[in-house]
């Protein structure tokens, strides 16, 4: 019964973290971003970060969003991140629906992955960031 159940793997869905300006300031924002030609719905997004600080195991809340459809060679915002959170892991677990078929992945980005000299042109968004297909 078990051999009945797909195995489905998410292969176009990006998860990026980009510095922008707003307001004058420089700020991180997570994006999800759909590669599929069709729209992917009731996208959510599970958020949290953990590792070592000054020595001491700490762990942040984990924050749930619910990001709804994203169409074909689109994005959805996820949520802000602040800077001092880069040297811990951070984890997005992402699921959504395709073809009434379900999926989910988690994205991990490792301590101190998240700076300039992993920056990529992320695709859709058009700027430059760290991301994980």
Partial sequence: MLKDIPQLQ???VIVAVVREMEEGENVWNVYI???YPDE???V????????QFEGRDVK?????????????????????IMENLFGLTNEFWVSFF????????????????????NFTMVPVLGKMGVMIR
């Fill in 60 to 80: 942040t809340s984990v924050l749930r969003h619910m990001i709804g459809n994203i169409s074909s060679n689109d994005y959805g915002k996820i949520e802000p």
């Fill in 33 to 35: 971003i759909n590669l």
């Fill in 98 to 117: 395709l073809n009434k078929h379900m999926y989910d992945k988690k994205y991990i980005f490792l301590p101190e992955s998240i700076k300039e000299e």
């Fill in 44 to 51: 959510l997004v599970s958020s949290a970060g953990y590792g």
């Fill in 10 to 12: 998410v292969e176009n």
């Fill in 40 to 42: 992917i719905t009731g």
